[in-house]
């Protein structure tokens, strides 16, 4: 492969090159963009090269642009626009395929190269991790190493010369950007957070749930938050990441009270009592798209986010103003005991007891019965534990794949599929209280998390969302109860795929995969957990340095003794001149192979009488040894000499012909002699 990539023409390896940085800025935006529109630029940059290397001609202005219309036809299809951030990245990479087919001279590669750099760019819109950055750094050296050779002319050094060069000038230009990056002022939010716009959905937990909902998200291994605790972290089963709490329920689906506002209204009328110690954490949350905060069960205190304020509902949902599409970090203190809302009016308990009518009969009657009416009716507390024990003696089963349901989907699982998911088992336990008349509602969020190695932080990923319910009871006032439990209770008590089948899914092929599972795979586990400490440092000192830390890092800078200051800035000077000095050394050393053979030629003509004067060239330099008291054969070698040396210095000459020339030189010289 090299050697035929060698024996290519120039140009035709420089626009192989140029093909190959487009193909490297296009394939971070694979992950985003639809699948038609990569296979299309794939399919565009790939004919390009065919032609380039077949030395075809390329396609005439009527087939690009019938070509540029059908792909901007099929941008606004996909989108519904062609406006709007995730549209207009689609149409670049679509350009960017279609200028590969019109490139012809130097302007066309600038405008080539130059969208690449705007497309890279609009990478940082979907993810700015360590290995994005690599990558896009990589693609930037490559780009570069495409722009540098449409600036020479046929005479440029090799290609692994070129991105040396260039690998050079970025390693001087970072130091460089690392102190602007510490000293110029920044933007008080992050520069890429723009909101997300489209149609194009994020992953995550959200305002509905039905049947299938949260089950599609455990096959999902992407982090959604990570949680450094400055207290002791609370025990597997009662870290409960508090989400969305779904009230309305119309047979199939349940939904937020609300869910049409953009941002709830603060309740001031919430009643909280908090009970023991709390949790002190700090939470790192991924961008989602959505207006969602997460913390621990019950949430006692949230730092604010600057720029995006949150309300609180009287759900205690914490919702923000705007989406989140950029990592957050916030403080939280949460109270693992509390009374919530123990002396709710009965006015106030009514939404919570709405079902919708003739939906789930079966269902609905069944409860009714098991609590009984007049003197013989369960306490509320004992109607909760006999629902419980049904869930546990009845053969449920608890799987990612469930039957599908009917139209009565509660009738369904409880007395014929029995098999389900946490949605199914949350859902149908918040029906059956309703239809006892005990107020109940679904909560969504996530359950556990992975601990890291010094036990002090924990990460939730999207397989860990879970779902679970609330019952109010007179005195105590919301209470968890989490209907899952009774039939997997390791789910709680470890992670999910502890709670799943033994038999080989998905899932658990990614638990084992990232040494998850506690086996032979703790190495894995143990790398995954030094990565994600890595991913959080770079988020927290380069993605979110905000305003705020800036003022502060450079304050702590000013309360620096002046003698600390000044000792600093002398070792700053002396390393800065040891590196020009060894720069200039190293610049010296590397003297031009044919000025090197040219001055030993002057030497020794030198001593011969004929020392050349500052002002001759090689060309005069000649004419005056012609005349010179010389063998015909040792004027000759003389003329041979400087004519291929002004040949060599002053004409286009690729590599292979100066190594030749060098080589001629040399034997010349000692003819001169």
Same mark, same amino acid.
């Given at each position: 492969?090299?050697?035929?990539?060698?024996?290519?023409?120039?140009?035709?390896?420089?626009?192989?090159?140029?093909?190959?940085?487009?193909?490297?800025?296009?394939?971070?935006?694979?992950?985003?963009?639809?699948?038609?529109?990569?296979?299309?630029?794939?399919?565009?940059?790939?004919?390009?090269?065919? *032609?380039?290397?077949?030395?075809?001609?390329?396609?005439?202005?009527?087939?690009?642009?019938?070509?540029?219309?059908?792909?901007?036809?099929?941008?606004?299809?996909?989108?519904?626009?062609?406006?709007?951030?995730?549209?207009?990245?689609?149409?670049?990479?679509?350009?960017?395929?279609?200028?590969?087919?019109?490139?012809?001279?130097?302007?066309?590669?600038?405008?080539?190269?130059?969208?690449?750099?705007?497309?890279?760019?609009?990478?940082?819109?979907?993810?700015?991790?360590?290995?994005?950055?690599?990558? *896009?750094?990589?693609?930037?050296?490559?780009?570069?190493?495409?722009?540098?050779?449409?600036?020479?002319?046929?005479?440029?050094?090799?290609?692994?010369?070129?991105?040396?060069?260039?690998?050079?000038?970025?390693?001087?230009?970072?130091?460089?950007?690392?102190?602007?990056?510490?000293?110029?002022?920044?933007?008080?939010?992050?520069?890429?957070?723009?909101?997300?716009?489209?149609?194009?959905?994020?992953?995550?937990?959200?305002?509905?749930?039905?049947?299938?909902?949260?089950?599609?998200?455990?096959?999902?291994?992407?982090?959604?938050?990570?949680?450094?605790?400055?207290?002791?972290?609370?025990?597997?089963?009662?870290?409960?990441?508090?989400?969305?709490?779904?009230?309305?329920?119309?047979?199939?689906?349940?939904?937020?009270?609300?869910?049409? @506002?953009?941002?709830?209204?603060?309740?001031?009328?919430?009643?909280?009592?908090?009970?023991?110690?709390?949790? @002190?954490?700090?939470?790192?949350?991924?961008?989602?798209?959505?207006?969602?905060?997460?913390?621990?069960?019950?949430?006692?205190?949230?730092?604010?986010?600057?720029?995006?304020?949150?309300?609180?509902?009287?759900?205690?949902?914490?919702?923000?103003?705007?989406?989140?599409?950029?990592?957050?970090?916030?403080?939280?203190?949460?109270?693992?005991?509390?009374?919530?809302?123990?002396?709710?009016?009965?006015?106030?308990?009514?939404?919570?007891?709405?079902?919708?009518?003739?939906?789930?009969?079966?269902?609905?009657?069944? !409860?009714?019965?098991?609590?009984?009416?007049?003197?013989?009716?369960? !306490?509320?507390?004992?109607?909760?534990?006999?629902?419980?024990?049904?869930?546990?003696?009845?053969?449920?089963?608890?799987?990612?794949?469930?039957?599908?349901?009917?139209?009565?989907?509660?009738?369904?699982?409880?007395?014929?599929?029995?098999?389900?998911?946490?949605?199914?088992?949350?859902?149908?336990?918040?029906?059956?209280?309703?239809?006892?008349?005990?107020?109940?509602?679904?909560?969504?969020?996530?359950?556990?998390?992975?601990?890291?190695?010094?036990?002090?932080?924990?990460?939730?990923?999207?397989?860990?969302?879970?779902?679970?319910?609330?019952?109010?009871?007179?005195?105590?006032?919301?209470?968890?109860? #989490?209907?899952?439990?009774?039939?997997?209770?390791?789910?709680?008590?470890?992670?999910?795929?502890?709670?799943?089948?033994?038999?080989?899914?998905?899932?658990?092929?990614?638990?084992?995969?990232?040494?998850?599972?506690?086996?032979?795979?703790?190495?894995?586990?143990?790398?995954?957990?030094?990565?994600?400490?890595?991913?959080?440092?770079?988020?927290?000192?380069?993605?979110?340095?905000?305003?705020?830390?800036?003022?502060?890092?450079? #304050?702590?800078?000013?309360?620096?003794?002046?003698?600390?200051?000044?000792?600093?800035?002398?070792?700053?000077?002396?390393?800065?001149?040891?590196?020009?000095?060894?720069?200039?050394?190293?610049?010296?050393?590397?003297?031009?192979?044919?000025?090197?053979?040219?001055?030993?030629?002057?030497?020794?003509?030198?001593?011969?009488?004929?020392?050349?004067?500052?002002?001759?060239?090689?060309?005069?330099?000649?004419?005056?040894?012609?005349?010179?008291?010389?063998?015909?054969?040792?004027?000759?070698?003389?003329? @041979?000499?400087?004519?291929?040396?002004?040949?060599?210095?002053?004409?286009?000459?690729?590599?292979?012909?100066?190594?030749?020339?060098?080589?001629?030189?040399?034997?010349?010289?000692?003819?001169?002699?």
């Amino acid at each position: 492969m090299r050697l035929w990539m060698t024996n290519l023409p120039r140009d035709k390896a420089d626009i192989l090159l140029l093909l190959l940085a487009a193909a490297m800025v296009l394939a971070p935006h694979a992950l985003h963009l639809p699948p038609w529109m990569s296979a299309a630029a794939g399919a565009l940059l790939l004919w390009r090269a065919s *032609m380039t290397v077949r030395g075809r001609r390329q396609p005439q202005l009527a087939v690009l642009v019938p070509l540029a219309l059908l792909g901007i036809a099929a941008v606004y299809a996909s989108y519904g626009t062609v406006l709007g951030r995730d549209p207009g990245v689609a149409l670049l990479a679509l350009l960017l395929a279609l200028k590969s087919l019109e490139m012809h001279g130097r302007r066309d590669v600038f405008v080539f190269v130059f969208l690449s750099f705007f497309l890279l760019l609009a990478n940082f819109f979907h993810t700015q991790g360590i290995l994005s950055a690599i990558w *896009m750094l990589a693609t930037v050296i490559v780009l570069l190493a495409g722009l540098l050779s449409a600036q020479y002319g046929t005479l440029q050094p090799r290609l692994a010369q070129r991105l040396g060069l260039l690998a050079r000038m970025l390693a001087l230009a970072i130091p460089l950007s690392a102190v602007m990056f510490l000293i110029l002022p920044r933007l008080d939010g992050p520069l890429w957070g723009a909101p997300h716009e489209g149609t194009q959905a994020r992953t995550g937990l959200s305002d509905s749930m039905q049947p299938g909902a949260i089950a599609s998200l455990a096959l999902s291994g992407e982090p959604v938050l990570t949680a450094r605790f400055s207290t002791p972290i609370p025990p597997q089963d009662q870290l409960y990441w508090r989400g969305v709490v779904l009230g309305d329920y119309d047979g199939a689906t349940w939904t937020r009270r609300g869910a049409g @506002q953009r941002a709830p209204a603060a309740d001031s009328r919430v009643d909280i009592a908090l009970e023991g110690s709390p949790s @002190q954490y700090e939470v790192t949350l991924q961008a989602s798209g959505q207006r969602r905060i997460f913390a621990l069960d019950l949430p006692r205190s949230i730092e604010r986010l600057p720029g995006n304020p949150y309300v609180v509902s009287s759900a205690l949902e914490v919702l923000t103003a705007q989406a989140i599409t950029s990592t957050v970090r916030y403080r939280a203190s949460s109270q693992p005991g509390y009374r919530l809302q123990a002396g709710l009016s009965v006015a106030r308990q009514q939404p919570w007891l709405a079902l919708p009518a003739g939906s789930n009969p079966r269902s609905v009657a069944w !409860a009714r019965a098991l609590r009984g009416n007049g003197a013989h009716a369960l !306490a509320p507390a004992d109607a909760i534990a006999a629902v419980l024990d049904h869930f546990h003696r009845a053969p449920f089963r608890y799987t990612l794949q469930p039957p599908l349901l009917g139209k009565h989907g509660v009738d369904d699982f409880l007395f014929t599929t029995q098999a389900g998911f946490c949605e199914h088992y949350a859902g149908s336990f918040v029906v059956l209280m309703r239809a006892m008349g005990i107020p109940a509602r679904v909560v969504t969020g996530y359950q556990g998390g992975a601990r890291s190695s010094d036990g002090a932080s924990l990460t939730v990923r999207q397989s860990d969302a879970h779902a679970w319910s609330e019952v109010w009871l007179a005195g105590r006032g919301w209470v968890r109860v #989490d209907p899952t439990s009774a039939v997997a209770p390791l789910r709680t008590e470890r992670n999910l795929d502890a709670a799943l089948p033994a038999a080989p899914s998905p899932l658990s092929a990614w638990r084992a995969l990232a040494g998850l599972d506690g086996g032979a795979s703790g190495a894995i586990a143990a790398w995954r957990q030094q990565w994600q400490q890595a991913e959080h440092a770079w988020s927290n000192w380069v993605l979110d340095t905000t305003p705020q830390r800036q003022r502060a890092m450079l #304050d702590g800078l000013k309360n620096l003794p002046a003698t600390t200051l000044a000792r600093a800035c002398a070792v700053l000077a002396l390393l800065s001149a040891m590196a020009g000095v060894l720069v200039w050394w190293r610049q010296a050393r590397q003297d031009d192979p044919l000025d090197v053979l040219y001055a030993q030629f002057c030497r020794q003509q030198a001593l011969r009488g004929y020392s050349r004067a500052p002002h001759e060239g090689p060309h005069g330099y000649a004419a005056r040894l012609a005349a010179g008291k010389a063998t015909p054969e040792a004027h000759a070698s003389i003329a @041979q000499f400087l004519a291929i040396y002004a040949a060599m210095k002053y004409g286009n000459a690729n590599p292979d012909e100066q190594l030749r020339a060098r080589r001629s030189l040399r034997r010349l010289l000692t003819q001169c002699r």
